[in-house]
Protein backbone atom coordinates (compact mmCIF):
# COMPACT_ATOMS: atom_id res chain seq x y z
CA UNK A 1 0.00 0.00 0.00
CA UNK A 2 1.22 3.59 -0.69
CA UNK A 3 0.32 6.69 1.07
CA UNK A 4 -0.06 10.08 -1.04
CA UNK A 5 -0.95 13.11 1.38
CA UNK A 6 -1.66 15.79 -1.07
CA UNK A 7 -2.61 19.59 -1.55
CA UNK A 8 -1.23 20.22 1.71
CA UNK A 9 -1.47 23.71 2.89
CA UNK A 10 1.69 23.50 5.39
CA UNK A 11 3.82 20.92 4.70
CA UNK A 12 6.43 21.68 7.51
CA UNK A 13 8.95 19.32 6.21
CA UNK A 14 12.38 20.17 9.17
CA UNK A 15 14.32 19.19 6.24
CA UNK A 16 18.26 19.08 6.87
CA UNK A 17 19.37 16.45 8.95
CA UNK A 18 21.50 18.32 11.68
CA UNK A 19 21.64 20.02 15.14
CA UNK A 20 19.82 23.49 14.29
CA UNK A 21 20.70 26.12 16.30
CA UNK A 22 20.54 29.80 16.08
CA UNK A 23 18.47 31.34 12.67
CA UNK A 24 18.37 27.42 11.70
CA UNK A 25 15.93 27.06 13.94
CA UNK A 26 13.82 29.71 12.77
CA UNK A 27 13.62 27.47 9.33
CA UNK A 28 11.49 24.34 10.03
CA UNK A 29 11.44 23.97 5.89
CA UNK A 30 7.82 24.55 5.09
CA UNK A 31 6.49 23.89 1.76
CA UNK A 32 3.14 25.31 0.71
CA UNK A 33 0.96 23.26 -1.34
CA UNK A 34 3.49 20.73 -0.93
CA UNK A 35 2.80 16.59 -0.97
CA UNK A 36 4.33 13.64 0.58
CA UNK A 37 4.37 10.30 -0.60
CA UNK A 38 4.85 7.05 1.37
CA UNK A 39 5.54 3.63 0.14
CA UNK A 40 6.14 0.56 2.52
CA UNK A 41 7.93 2.24 5.90
CA UNK A 42 9.52 4.90 3.84
CA UNK A 43 9.10 8.32 2.94
CA UNK A 44 9.38 7.93 -0.97
CA UNK A 45 9.06 11.66 -2.20
CA UNK A 46 8.88 15.23 -0.92
CA UNK A 47 7.35 17.76 -3.37
CA UNK A 48 4.97 21.08 -4.53
CA UNK A 49 2.00 21.10 -6.17
CA UNK A 50 0.69 18.30 -8.88
CA UNK A 51 3.88 15.69 -9.39
CA UNK A 52 2.27 13.62 -6.42
CA UNK A 53 0.26 12.37 -9.76
CA UNK A 54 3.25 10.53 -10.83
CA UNK A 55 2.76 8.38 -8.25
CA UNK A 56 -0.64 6.93 -7.98
CA UNK A 57 -1.75 3.73 -8.86
CA UNK A 58 -4.46 1.44 -8.04
CA UNK A 59 -2.65 0.63 -4.55
CA UNK A 60 -2.68 4.30 -3.22
CA UNK A 61 -4.56 5.73 -0.54
CA UNK A 62 -4.91 9.37 -0.95
CA UNK A 63 -5.81 12.13 1.68
CA UNK A 64 -6.52 15.40 1.12
CA UNK A 65 -3.91 18.23 3.07
CA UNK A 66 -6.12 20.96 2.13
CA UNK A 67 -6.68 23.42 5.44
CA UNK A 68 -3.86 21.20 7.11
CA UNK A 69 -0.76 21.17 8.79
CA UNK A 70 1.46 17.90 7.90
CA UNK A 71 5.24 17.90 10.26
CA UNK A 72 7.07 14.86 10.97
CA UNK A 73 6.25 12.64 13.80
CA UNK A 74 7.02 14.00 17.12
CA UNK A 75 9.60 13.04 19.23
CA UNK A 76 9.33 13.33 23.27
CA UNK A 77 13.39 12.31 24.18
CA UNK A 78 12.09 12.68 28.32
CA UNK A 79 9.68 10.44 29.55
CA UNK A 80 9.12 8.44 32.69
CA UNK A 81 6.52 6.39 31.08
CA UNK A 82 6.65 3.47 33.01
CA UNK A 83 5.38 3.94 37.28
CA UNK A 84 2.73 2.41 39.60
CA UNK A 85 -0.10 4.80 41.23
CA UNK A 86 -0.39 8.55 41.13
CA UNK A 87 0.97 11.76 43.18
CA UNK A 88 -2.70 13.62 42.90
CA UNK A 89 -2.36 14.33 46.80
CA UNK A 90 0.86 16.06 46.82
CA UNK A 91 -1.03 19.09 44.54
CA UNK A 92 -2.46 20.65 47.78
CA UNK A 93 1.11 20.86 49.16
CA UNK A 94 2.34 22.28 45.84
CA UNK A 95 -0.56 24.80 46.18
CA UNK A 96 0.94 25.97 49.90
CA UNK A 97 4.43 26.41 48.35
CA UNK A 98 5.88 23.03 49.16
CA UNK A 99 8.74 22.79 47.74
CA UNK A 100 9.92 19.71 45.62
CA UNK A 101 13.32 18.83 47.54
CA UNK A 102 11.07 19.40 50.48
CA UNK A 103 7.98 16.43 49.66
CA UNK A 104 10.81 14.26 48.57
CA UNK A 105 12.10 14.58 52.28
CA UNK A 106 8.62 14.00 53.88
CA UNK A 107 8.56 10.38 51.74
CA UNK A 108 6.65 11.85 48.78
CA UNK A 109 7.58 12.67 45.41
CA UNK A 110 10.21 10.36 43.95
CA UNK A 111 10.12 7.89 46.86
CA UNK A 112 6.68 7.27 47.05
CA UNK A 113 6.24 6.30 43.41
CA UNK A 114 8.82 3.68 43.77
CA UNK A 115 7.03 2.04 46.48
CA UNK A 116 4.58 1.51 44.65
CA UNK A 117 6.00 0.68 41.58
CA UNK A 118 7.79 -1.86 43.82
CA UNK A 119 4.33 -3.07 44.63
CA UNK A 120 3.35 -3.38 40.30
CA UNK A 121 3.27 -6.44 39.10
CA UNK A 122 4.47 -6.17 35.33
CA UNK A 123 1.37 -6.46 33.81
CA UNK A 124 0.25 -4.00 35.60
CA UNK A 125 3.01 -1.67 34.88
CA UNK A 126 2.41 -2.84 30.96
CA UNK A 127 -1.33 -1.83 31.41
CA UNK A 128 -0.83 1.37 32.85
CA UNK A 129 2.39 2.30 30.57
CA UNK A 130 0.55 1.19 27.83
CA UNK A 131 -2.41 3.60 28.29
CA UNK A 132 0.02 6.26 28.55
CA UNK A 133 1.45 5.21 25.38
CA UNK A 134 -1.86 5.42 23.53
CA UNK A 135 -2.40 8.91 24.43
CA UNK A 136 0.71 9.89 23.66
CA UNK A 137 -0.22 8.55 20.16
CA UNK A 138 -3.35 10.39 19.94
CA UNK A 139 -1.63 13.52 20.56
CA UNK A 140 0.97 12.65 17.38
CA UNK A 141 4.00 11.15 19.05
CA UNK A 142 5.86 8.80 17.79
CA UNK A 143 8.78 7.68 19.02
CA UNK A 144 9.55 8.34 23.07
CA UNK A 145 12.48 7.75 25.70
CA UNK A 146 11.34 5.93 28.72
CA UNK A 147 13.53 6.12 31.62
CA UNK A 148 13.56 3.71 34.48
CA UNK A 149 14.21 4.94 37.83
CA UNK A 150 11.08 4.53 40.43
CA UNK A 151 12.42 0.70 41.46
CA UNK A 152 15.32 1.86 42.93
CA UNK A 153 16.45 -1.95 43.40
CA UNK A 154 17.81 -4.69 41.21
CA UNK A 155 13.85 -6.17 40.79
CA UNK A 156 12.16 -3.06 39.88
CA UNK A 157 14.39 -1.49 37.60
CA UNK A 158 14.93 -4.13 35.32
CA UNK A 159 11.09 -5.02 35.45
CA UNK A 160 10.55 -1.73 34.23
CA UNK A 161 13.14 -2.12 31.02
CA UNK A 162 11.36 -4.81 30.49
CA UNK A 163 8.35 -3.43 30.14
CA UNK A 164 9.98 -0.75 27.89
CA UNK A 165 11.42 -3.61 25.68
CA UNK A 166 7.48 -5.32 25.41
CA UNK A 167 6.22 -1.91 24.50
CA UNK A 168 8.31 -1.34 21.52
CA UNK A 169 8.02 -4.78 20.31
CA UNK A 170 4.01 -4.18 20.70
CA UNK A 171 3.06 -0.94 20.15
CA UNK A 172 2.87 1.62 17.04
CA UNK A 173 4.99 4.31 18.95
CA UNK A 174 8.90 3.47 19.30
CA UNK A 175 10.43 3.07 23.07
CA UNK A 176 14.06 4.04 23.71
CA UNK A 177 15.03 3.40 26.78
CA UNK A 178 17.57 4.99 29.33
CA UNK A 179 18.40 3.46 33.22
CA UNK A 180 17.65 5.71 35.79
CA UNK A 181 18.72 3.74 38.61
CA UNK A 182 20.06 6.96 40.20
CA UNK A 183 17.00 8.91 40.26
CA UNK A 184 17.25 9.53 44.36
CA UNK A 185 18.80 7.11 47.09
CA UNK A 186 16.48 4.65 47.76
CA UNK A 187 15.07 4.67 52.04
CA UNK A 188 17.26 1.43 52.45
CA UNK A 189 20.37 3.56 51.43
CA UNK A 190 19.20 6.56 53.15
CA UNK A 191 22.99 6.50 55.24
CA UNK A 192 24.60 4.47 52.96
CA UNK A 193 25.05 6.78 49.76
CA UNK A 194 28.42 4.76 48.51
CA UNK A 195 26.89 1.23 48.70
CA UNK A 196 24.23 2.09 46.66
CA UNK A 197 26.25 3.83 43.80
CA UNK A 198 29.01 0.64 44.23
CA UNK A 199 25.86 -1.44 43.90
CA UNK A 200 24.22 0.29 40.79
CA UNK A 201 28.15 -0.12 39.46
CA UNK A 202 28.65 -3.57 40.00
CA UNK A 203 25.47 -5.33 39.68
CA UNK A 204 22.67 -3.29 37.64
CA UNK A 205 24.14 -1.52 35.20
CA UNK A 206 26.43 -4.00 33.55
CA UNK A 207 23.31 -6.51 33.65
CA UNK A 208 21.33 -3.74 31.90
CA UNK A 209 23.92 -3.05 29.24
CA UNK A 210 24.86 -6.70 29.05
CA UNK A 211 21.08 -7.54 28.37
CA UNK A 212 20.31 -4.94 25.99
CA UNK A 213 17.82 -3.26 28.06
CA UNK A 214 18.65 0.26 27.66
CA UNK A 215 20.45 2.57 25.06
CA UNK A 216 21.09 5.28 27.40
CA UNK A 217 22.50 6.07 31.68
CA UNK A 218 20.92 8.46 33.04
CA UNK A 219 21.57 10.47 36.75
CA UNK A 220 19.77 13.06 39.00
CA UNK A 221 22.54 15.77 39.21
CA UNK A 222 20.94 18.05 42.06
CA UNK A 223 21.39 19.58 45.01
CA UNK A 224 19.60 16.88 47.55
CA UNK A 225 20.01 14.54 45.46
CA UNK A 226 23.08 13.09 43.56
CA UNK A 227 26.20 15.32 43.43
CA UNK A 228 28.11 16.44 40.08
CA UNK A 229 31.14 13.99 41.35
CA UNK A 230 28.99 11.16 42.20
CA UNK A 231 27.01 11.69 38.78
CA UNK A 232 30.35 11.92 36.57
CA UNK A 233 31.04 8.27 38.47
CA UNK A 234 27.95 6.79 37.46
CA UNK A 235 27.58 7.83 34.17
CA UNK A 236 31.20 7.38 32.55
CA UNK A 237 30.95 3.32 34.21
CA UNK A 238 27.72 3.74 32.14
CA UNK A 239 29.83 5.12 29.10
CA UNK A 240 32.51 1.98 29.56
CA UNK A 241 29.49 -0.52 29.04
CA UNK A 242 28.38 0.79 25.96
CA UNK A 243 25.62 3.44 27.00
CA UNK A 244 25.13 6.81 26.19
CA UNK A 245 25.11 9.37 28.42
CA UNK A 246 21.86 11.74 29.64
CA UNK A 247 21.86 14.06 32.60
CA UNK A 248 18.85 14.99 34.96
CA UNK A 249 21.25 18.74 35.11
CA UNK A 250 20.40 21.81 37.13
CA UNK A 251 16.57 21.59 37.53
CA UNK A 252 16.03 23.47 40.88
CA UNK A 253 19.46 25.20 41.82
CA UNK A 254 22.63 25.30 39.41
CA UNK A 255 25.25 22.79 41.10
CA UNK A 256 27.21 22.59 37.90
CA UNK A 257 25.10 19.69 36.15
CA UNK A 258 25.48 21.72 33.12
CA UNK A 259 29.16 21.86 32.66
CA UNK A 260 29.60 18.22 33.60
CA UNK A 261 27.51 17.22 30.98
CA UNK A 262 29.66 19.21 28.64
CA UNK A 263 33.00 18.36 29.99
CA UNK A 264 31.38 14.30 29.47
CA UNK A 265 30.19 15.32 26.34
CA UNK A 266 26.54 13.81 26.73
CA UNK A 267 24.38 13.09 24.18
CA UNK A 268 21.75 15.45 26.20
CA UNK A 269 21.18 17.49 29.67
CA UNK A 270 17.87 17.89 30.69
CA UNK A 271 15.59 20.13 32.66
CA UNK A 272 18.53 23.11 32.73
CA UNK A 273 15.91 25.21 34.23
CA UNK A 274 19.12 26.61 37.00
CA UNK A 275 21.66 26.16 34.12
CA UNK A 276 24.56 28.66 34.76
CA UNK A 277 26.10 30.90 32.14
CA UNK A 278 29.11 28.99 31.93
CA UNK A 279 27.01 25.72 31.64
CA UNK A 280 25.24 27.53 28.56
CA UNK A 281 28.17 27.61 27.04
CA UNK A 282 29.70 24.48 28.22
CA UNK A 283 26.15 22.73 25.99
CA UNK A 284 26.74 25.00 23.20
CA UNK A 285 30.52 24.49 22.75
CA UNK A 286 30.10 20.34 23.18
CA UNK A 287 26.89 20.01 20.85
CA UNK A 288 24.57 18.81 24.03
CA UNK A 289 21.03 18.88 23.40
CA UNK A 290 19.29 20.57 25.62
CA UNK A 291 16.14 18.86 26.04
CA UNK A 292 13.75 21.60 28.01
CA UNK A 293 10.65 20.25 30.10
CA UNK A 294 8.04 23.54 30.20
CA UNK A 295 5.66 21.62 31.70
CA UNK A 296 7.24 20.83 34.27
CA UNK A 297 8.52 24.41 35.46
CA UNK A 298 4.50 24.83 34.90
CA UNK A 299 3.39 22.43 37.00
CA UNK A 300 6.01 23.01 39.91
CA UNK A 301 4.97 26.53 40.40
CA UNK A 302 8.63 27.51 39.83
CA UNK A 303 7.54 31.30 38.36
CA UNK A 304 11.01 30.77 35.74
CA UNK A 305 11.69 28.41 32.89
CA UNK A 306 14.84 27.13 31.00
CA UNK A 307 16.26 29.82 29.14
CA UNK A 308 15.30 28.48 25.60
CA UNK A 309 15.45 31.64 23.86
CA UNK A 310 18.52 32.36 25.18
CA UNK A 311 20.05 29.39 24.66
CA UNK A 312 18.88 29.13 21.10
CA UNK A 313 20.49 32.18 20.52
CA UNK A 314 23.80 30.97 22.12
CA UNK A 315 24.14 27.95 19.86
CA UNK A 316 22.64 25.20 22.00
CA UNK A 317 20.89 22.84 20.29
CA UNK A 318 17.36 22.83 22.03
CA UNK A 319 14.72 19.82 21.87
CA UNK A 320 11.60 19.87 24.08
CA UNK A 321 9.79 17.27 25.80
CA UNK A 322 6.64 16.27 28.49
CA UNK A 323 8.80 14.54 30.99
CA UNK A 324 5.79 12.60 30.90
CA UNK A 325 5.58 11.41 35.28
CA UNK A 326 3.33 11.06 38.08
CA UNK A 327 4.16 14.47 40.29
CA UNK A 328 5.44 17.31 38.25
CA UNK A 329 4.76 16.50 34.63
CA UNK A 330 1.69 14.65 34.40
CA UNK A 331 1.11 14.84 30.78
CA UNK A 332 1.10 12.77 27.47
CA UNK A 333 0.49 15.74 25.29
CA UNK A 334 3.44 17.02 23.20
CA UNK A 335 0.92 19.67 21.92
CA UNK A 336 0.55 21.02 25.73
CA UNK A 337 4.48 21.33 25.45
CA UNK A 338 4.43 23.74 22.29
CA UNK A 339 2.10 26.45 24.71
CA UNK A 340 4.67 26.18 27.70
CA UNK A 341 7.41 26.36 25.32
CA UNK A 342 5.81 29.55 23.29
CA UNK A 343 4.50 31.55 26.48
CA UNK A 344 7.18 30.36 29.09
CA UNK A 345 10.33 30.65 26.77
CA UNK A 346 9.62 32.59 24.24
CA UNK A 347 10.12 29.97 21.34
CA UNK A 348 8.53 30.89 17.88
CA UNK A 349 6.46 28.20 16.11
CA UNK A 350 9.28 27.29 13.69
CA UNK A 351 11.35 26.68 16.86
CA UNK A 352 9.04 24.58 18.67
CA UNK A 353 8.72 22.44 15.85
CA UNK A 354 12.59 21.51 15.05
CA UNK A 355 12.83 20.81 18.65
CA UNK A 356 10.25 18.39 18.57
CA UNK A 357 11.32 16.55 15.56
CA UNK A 358 14.76 16.51 14.08
CA UNK A 359 16.34 18.07 17.65
CA UNK A 360 14.72 15.70 19.13
CA UNK A 361 15.64 12.85 17.32
CA UNK A 362 19.02 13.85 18.45
CA UNK A 363 18.46 13.84 21.40
CA UNK A 364 17.64 10.10 21.48
CA UNK A 365 20.67 9.33 18.38
CA UNK A 366 18.27 8.85 15.95
CA UNK A 367 18.42 11.43 13.47
CA UNK A 368 19.33 9.63 10.73
CA UNK A 369 16.18 7.37 10.82
CA UNK A 370 13.31 10.13 12.36
CA UNK A 371 12.88 13.84 12.59
CA UNK A 372 11.84 15.21 9.41
CA UNK A 373 10.34 14.69 6.36
CA UNK A 374 12.54 13.63 3.74
CA UNK A 375 12.99 10.95 1.01
CA UNK A 376 14.64 7.32 2.82
CA UNK A 377 13.59 8.19 6.32
CA UNK A 378 10.92 6.47 7.95
CA UNK A 379 7.32 7.52 7.10
CA UNK A 380 6.45 8.92 10.86
CA UNK A 381 4.20 11.82 9.83
CA UNK A 382 1.62 14.02 11.45
CA UNK A 383 -1.49 15.79 9.71
CA UNK A 384 -2.93 18.69 12.09
CA UNK A 385 -6.46 20.14 11.35
CA UNK A 386 -4.46 23.45 11.74
CA UNK A 387 -4.26 26.09 8.25
CA UNK A 388 -0.47 26.71 9.62
CA UNK A 389 1.72 26.10 11.80
CA UNK A 390 1.43 29.58 13.62
CA UNK A 391 -2.31 28.36 13.99
CA UNK A 392 -1.12 25.08 15.74
CA UNK A 393 0.39 26.79 18.58
CA UNK A 394 -2.10 30.21 18.62
CA UNK A 395 -5.23 27.60 19.22
CA UNK A 396 -3.91 26.16 22.51
CA UNK A 397 -5.79 23.19 24.63
CA UNK A 398 -7.28 20.98 22.52
CA UNK A 399 -6.07 18.11 20.60
CA UNK A 400 -5.74 19.41 16.86
CA UNK A 401 -4.15 15.49 15.49
CA UNK A 402 -6.27 14.44 12.70
CA UNK A 403 -4.16 11.84 10.82
CA UNK A 404 -0.97 9.75 12.21
CA UNK A 405 1.21 7.65 9.88
CA UNK A 406 3.54 5.38 12.00
CA UNK A 407 6.41 3.33 10.00
CA UNK A 408 3.80 4.10 6.99
CA UNK A 409 0.81 2.83 8.07
CA UNK A 410 -2.37 4.94 9.35
CA UNK A 411 -2.28 4.65 12.96
CA UNK A 412 -4.54 7.59 13.90
CA UNK A 413 -6.95 8.56 11.67
CA UNK A 414 -10.15 11.13 12.69
Do not use: W
Not at 128 to 154: C, I, N, P, W
Not at 247 to 268: M, N, P, R, W, Y
Amino acid sequence: MKIIIKNIDCLVTCAGSHKKTKEDMKDAKIIENGFVVVEEDKIKAVGRGEDYKNYLDSFTEVIDGKGKTVTPGLIDPHTHLVYGGSREKELSLKLQNVGYIEILKRGGGILSTVRETRKASFEELYKSAKARLDLMLLHGTTSVESKSGYGLDFDTEIKMLEVNKKLNEDHAVDVYSTYLGAHAVPKEYENKREEYIDFMINKVIPYVAQNNLAEFIDCFCEKGVYTTKEAEKILNFGREKGLGIKIHADEVESIAAAELAGKLKATSAEHLVAASEDGIKALASNEVVAVLLPCTSFYLRLNKFAKGRDMIDKGVTVALATDCNPGTSPTESMQEVMTFACFGMGMLPEEIINAMTINAAFAINKEKKIGSIEVGKKADICVFNSKNLDYLIYHFGVNAIDIVVKDGKIVVRK
